[in-house]
């Protein structure tokens, strides 16, 4: 979220009223597809879990998140690199 409110910031899109803000307007410029919406919204919802909601966590949950789910962070990267490339 940190990188994201990063681009919103330096592509002057706008002061977000809150996180799920951010993600819109990244994905309003195209600089998130729709399906790295989702994700990134699943990813903030996680986060906010593991933050939040310690004690109540899934220790099966977290560890098939960080042995299985951690391409989503390197198609994240790409898919913003390749977008912030484009706009040059």
């Not at 903030?44 to 960080?66: E, S």
Request: contains cysteine; aromatic residues 4%.
């Amino acid at each position: 979220m940190d990188i994201c409110g990063l681009i919103v910031s330096g592509l002057r899109l706008g002061l977000p009223a809150e996180e799920d803000d951010i993600i819109e307007k990244l994905a309003r410029v195209h600089i998130l597809s729709p399906q790295m919406q989702q994700t990134v919204r699943k990813m903030k919802g996680c986060r906010n879990i593991l933050g939040h909601v310690y004690g109540a966590v899934d220790d099966a949950i977290v560890y098939h998140i960080v042995t299985v789910e951690l391409g989503d962070f390197t198609d994240f990267t790409r898919e913003i690199l390749a977008a912030l490339q484009q706009r040059g």
